[in-house]
């Protein structure tokens, strides 16, 4: 079983960083593949990045590549989202997801999920 804790959202300026964080209970977080989506009013969850057990492999939506960037830390059963050069498109509900397969958690349907934080962007 694992929980997640998200936290670090908050109001930003357009072109500002923001940097959230999800924090896992548990021993094995080290065997998870964890993910950030997001959620905007009215529309549909989207992936946004994914990180493999290890942190050697990442993808990025192509919307948020060059921009933002997925890291771990496992040591400290903390996933990170580094947000830069921030649009008010980038507005939504951020939340982490952690499954044991990689594949699983890119395709949004992972075991795990966070309540997640809101990132606001004003122009």
């Known amino acids: 079983q694992v929980q997640l804790v998200e936290s670090g959202g908050g109001l930003v300026q357009a072109g500002g960083s923001l940097r959230v964080s999800c924090a896992a209970s548990g021993r094995t977080f080290s065997r998870y593949a964890m993910g950030w989506f997001r959620q905007a009013p009215g529309k549909e969850r989207e992936f946004v990045a994914a990180?493999?057990?290890?942190?050697?492999?990442?993808y990025h939506a192509d919307s948020v590549k060059g921009r933002f960037t997925i890291s771990r830390d496992n040591a400290k059963n903390t996933v990170y989202l580094q947000m830069n050069s921030l649009k008010p498109e980038d507005t939504a509900v951020y939340y982490c997801?952690?499954?044991?397969?990689?594949?699983?958690?890119?395709?949004?349907?992972?075991?795990?999920w966070g309540q997640g934080t809101q990132v606001t962007v004003s122009s």
């Open positions: 997801a952690a499954d044991e397969s990689y594949s699983t958690v890119l395709a949004g349907t992972g075991d795990y």
């Open positions: 990180i493999g057990w290890k942190g050697a492999s990442t």
